[in-house]
């Protein structure tokens, strides 16, 4: 039956994301490129991970979500900002460090992708795609490499036999185990998923939110789980950010938010999401915001949201709000909430 | 239950009898098979027989609960084959539905159900490998099937008109919105360009863009995602269609936009009152939104329903482990979810049993070998299945 599987995450932070920035500039003429601007992709997130601890990041399209990780797992040159990450008993700072001094720590921060057609190279087997990290960093080799393969395409419920077919043999589902097999073939203290279940139905994608529930369990991994499907973020995630145009608008303990959410951003978007329920459908009543989201090229001096928020003030369009305390561990970035403390990272 | 059982054996003699005698009439004329609808000549492979089905079944004709209007699309034993250099690959293997006038029907499934072929094959847009065969496509009157190309180009566009998935890749990168939606415009309702341009106005503002005027002369890619999405739509309604296929149209959107676009289809329906098809994968939407659903595995119809008995007594397993698999926005359950072990079965394969028997956990020795017709289920719906797993049911 339905036991809990929601495990305690310990209180130990193995990650502090200060002030990230991940600014592309946008360049204007031939000879003489200069800079006119920049998509600022991410601008000024903060947010802390705790071992063993799911946090969701989730938001619309073209938010912030993916670049964040990207960013913190020094993927794209993050413009400034700081990324700390408990490396045994010491603080490592992530950002800036070039590929080389990125490799011994990739090792505890793995990645899985969106789309399990195009992260699997084709012409490798399913042996060498998992057992490559384990070449790289010269862990195993020969019968103990092939062993260690076995072992992890049993974990994430492949059959070993496979070891020797291509990744076009395989279903969605099948391959999107072989990509956390990969991931978990260096035994990483974090995984970042990136929208790890969107590309797959919706049968197939319960089967692997289980795998990634049952992993987490028995490895005591943290995951920063980003999708855009609020309610599979919800079922598997412990704490919650909403992103909107690069920024954590709200962060909060999953149950917190989605049953007290605070920014009127978070409204709509919980608002917006049908349930399969026709009784409850039509009993709701709904957020619709008009209008879309702004580009993420204009420097605002407000608040970013405020061109669609149904509860807008004076005050939004000049002030820029920080992320404040609303309640332990839920944090909004509103006007209508100025008396918490602002959050420290 | 042994009511039932009778039931089911008399029904069984009749497709038998049936069977028989299509054979016997040696492959009566084509035109025959269409216009009589009680001889499906190809009933065999499990093809859903729905008259058969409603009539052994004493259902009235249109359920009474909610007044429906008339049948505007009627569908009986859509076949839809590709020939693959690897085999016959059976896309929609005898769907038989109604459209009535002035309601929303949610065709669910996950990918490769037959959901989009089965439109497809509706609006006469499949071609080579594929082969569409039907007992009947009836529109208002007209059959669809075998229709030369030039009438069906009447059809197609202004009385039914589609929505395509991806609005980023369905609009002419070089044309105006303006024209695009005045093309239509000008084709079938035979306008003026600056006639239409006007009309074309008149549906941006009907969907909800703010500065038609304005934005009628600008490109696709001036367009968000949504307004795109929002520019399809004013372009499938353009010629006034009495039916609306939306395949997929909010699944490439964001949530936010997909609230306002379903909210601008159930205006629009209410409005004009036309019928509207909602493709899709997501339960939820048809929950909001669809006043019918067909639930389709493999090409089949497992299940066909009023939205509500569909999430309160499911009749075929398939939906009920759907519905299962899903988390919920609603509730912190952090139990595991059930998923559907296995996969859905190849579909170049010819069918002995029910196409979800591997991975049905109500499965019964006999569902390996007969294929599950579809049969009554409760007042108002229809299942493709042959277990009394549900009690309720």
């Not at chain 1, 700390?84 to 950002?95: F, I």
């Not at chain 2, 499949?126 to 009438?151: C, H, M, S, W, Y």
């Not at chain 2, 196409?355 to 229809?382: M, N, V």
Request: hydrophobic share 35%; proline share 6%; glycine share 8%.
């Amino acid at each position: 039956m339905t036991k809990a599987v929601k495990s305690k995450s310990s209180s130990e932070v193995i990650l502090k994301v200060k002030d990230l920035n991940m600014h592309f500039p946008v360049t204007a003429g031939i000879l003489f490129r200069r800079e006119v601007g920049a998509v600022r992709a991410v601008n000024g997130v903060s947010f802390k991970l705790h071992k063993g601890e799911v946090l969701g990041l989730v938001g619309e399209s073209g938010c912030g979500k993916s670049t964040t990780a990207r960013a913190i797992l020094q993927l794209y040159n993050p413009t400034s900002g700081s990324v700390k990450y408990k490396h045994g008993e010491n603080w490592t700072e992530l950002a800036g460090r070039s590929a080389g001094g990125m490799r011994p720590l990739r090792k505890n921060l793995q990645m899985i992708f969106q789309d399990p057609y195009a992260s699997l190279n084709p012409r490798m087997t399913v042996g060498s795609i998992i057992g490559e990290p384990l070449k790289i960093y010269n862990l195993a080799e020969g019968d103990a490499l092939r062993r260690r393969v076995q072992d992890l395409m049993n974990e994430v419920g492949l059959d070993p036999r496979f070891i020797k077919r291509y990744p076009h043999e395989f279903s969605g589902g099948q391959r999107q185990r072989i990509g956390i097999a990969r991931a978990l073939a260096l035994d990483p203290d974090v995984i970042f998923c990136d929208e790890p279940v969107s590309a797959l139905d919706v049968s197939i994608q319960a089967q692997i939110i289980n795998l990634l529930t049952r992993l987490r369990r028995e490895r005591q991994l943290s995951y920063v789980f980003i999708a855009h499907d609020l309610s599979v973020v919800r079922h598997i995630s412990d704490r919650v950010a909403v992103m909107y145009l690069g920024k954590i608008v709200e962060i909060a303990r999953e149950k917190d938010l989605y049953e007290n959410p605070r920014h009127p951003y978070t409204k709509a978007l919980l608002s917006a999401i049908p349930v399969p329920d026709p009784d409850i459908e039509a009993k709701r009543e709904r957020i619709i915001l008009t209008g879309d989201v702004p580009s993420p090229s204009v420097e605002r001096k407000g608040c970013d949201f405020a061109s669609r928020c149904p509860s807008v003030e004076e005050q939004c369009y000049s002030e820029i709000p920080e992320l404040r305390r609303m309640e332990t561990a839920h944090y909004a970035a509103c006007h209508l909430y100025p008396d918490g403390a602002i959050m420290q990272v | 239950m042994s009511r039932k059982k009778r039931r089911r054996d008399r029904q069984q003699k009749k497709v038998e009898k049936r069977k028989k005698k299509a054979q016997t009439s040696s492959r009566s004329s084509r035109r025959q098979a269409v216009v009589d609808v009680s001889t499906p000549s190809v009933g065999d492979k499990g093809g859903a027989d729905l008259e058969n089905a409603r009539g052994a079944s004493k259902l009235p004709s249109k359920p009474t609960k909610k007044t429906r209007g008339p049948v505007i699309l009627k569908v009986r034993n859509l076949r839809t084959d590709f020939h693959t250099p690897n085999g016959v690959v059976h896309a929609v293997q005898g769907m038989s539905f109604d459209l009535h006038k002035g309601e929303i029907l949610g065709i669910v499934g996950e990918s490769g159900s037959g959901k989009s072929v089965t439109n497809l094959s509706l609006m006469g847009l499949i071609r080579k490998p594929g082969v569409v065969t039907a007992d009947t496509l009836e529109f208002d009157g007209q059959f669809l099937q075998n229709l030369p190309d030039a009438q069906m180009r009447k059809i197609r566009g202004k009385r039914i008109a589609m929505i395509f998935q991806d609005p980023m890749t369905s609009l002419n990168p070089f044309l105006t919105v303006g024209d695009q939606i005045a093309e239509s415009l000008e084709l079938h309702e035979n306008m003026s360009t600056e006639q239409a341009i006007k009309k074309a106005t008149s549906l941006l503002e009907d969907v909800g863009i703010p500065d038609p005027a304005g934005r009628v002369h600008q490109y696709p890619h001036e367009f968000s995602g949504g307004m795109r999405q929002r520019v399809m739509i004013a372009m499938a309604l353009a010629c006034d269609p009495e039916i609306l296929i939306a395949d997929e149209p909010t699944t490439a959107l964001d949530v936010t936009i997909q609230a306002q676009i379903l909210e601008l289809l159930k205006r629009l329906r209410d409005q004009r009152g036309m019928a509207v098809i909602l493709i899709t994968h997501d339960l939820g939407v048809v929950a909001g939104s669809c006043d019918r659903v067909i639930v389709m595995y493999a090409g089949r119809i497992a299940e066909q329903n009023e939205t509500r008995p569909i999430f309160k007594n499911p009749g075929h397993p398939y939906t009920a482990a759907l519905l299962k698999s899903i988390p919920r926005i609603d509730s912190s359950g952090k139990g595991e979810l059930h998923p559907i072990e296995g996969m859905p079965p190849d579909l170049s394969k010819t069918l002995v049993g029910c196409p979800f028997e591997p991975r049905c956990e109500h499965r019964e020795a006999s569902c390996k070998t007969t294929i599950p017709q579809l049969q009554a289920h409760g007042s108002t719906g229809l299942k493709a299945c042959d277990v009394a797993w549900n009690k309720k049911g």
